[in-house]
């Protein structure tokens, strides 16, 4: 977690839990849980025993001062086809390339729904999740910051942190001495 002051940002995270595993549950088989031998015994229990397990670290969260944002960045079908494309057409971003993510295209109703129960089951007024078009990734990038800028304002008590008294005190010193050095050519 971010220390008191700081902005961490988790990409793909705990919600793969309600996510990949929902629409994979041989997947589950990897976790060794001590509830599940086998994938039959997953249950709607097992489920709703997660997303309260989300709600529950969330809520902790939000009780102990982090602002939680959740951002799903909603692409189109066809937009991702573009973009994996992209990947193998342009060497430079062959790194990128998965074949998990064509092999996951078949699953894609699949995944819509879970993620529709998850969106369902913990929007929060503490952790509240924002859909944002995603297709478009300039108009995509000012709607996630629009958004981080107006939950931030809504906070009064958000300050830049301080400089130690010391420090504060010889930041002229500081200032003279990198001015001072010959810049590297």
């Not at 976790?31 to 309260?52: A, C, G, L, V, Y």
Request: aromatic content about 12%.
């Amino acid at each position: 977690m971010p220390e008191k002051g700081k902005f961490s940002v988790f990409n793909r995270s705990h919600y793969e839990n309600v996510l990949i595993t929902r629409v994979n549950p041989q997947f589950l088989s990897h976790e060794r849980h001590p509830q599940i031998s086998k994938t039959e015994e997953i249950d709607d229990t097992f489920w709703e025993n997660r997303f309260e397990s989300i709600r529950d670290f969330e809520k902790h969260c939000a009780r102990n001062g982090i602002i939680v944002m959740k951002f799903y960045l909603h692409m189109s079908k066809e937009e991702q086809r573009k973009r994996l494309l992209r990947r193998i057409d342009k060497g430079k971003h062959n790194w990128k390339f998965d074949t998990s993510d064509v092999r996951d295209r078949a699953l894609w109703d699949a995944y819509s729904i879970c993620y529709e129960e998850a969106f369902q089951q913990t929007s929060k007024k503490h952790a509240p999740w924002f859909i944002v078009p995603a297709d478009n990734k300039v108009r995509c990038s000012l709607i996630v910051a629009q958004i981080i800028l107006e939950q931030l304002s809504a906070y009064n008590d958000i300050v830049y942190p301080k400089l130690a008294p010391e420090i504060q005190a010889s930041l002229e010193e500081y200032k003279k001495k990198l001015e001072a050095e010959k810049p590297d050519l």
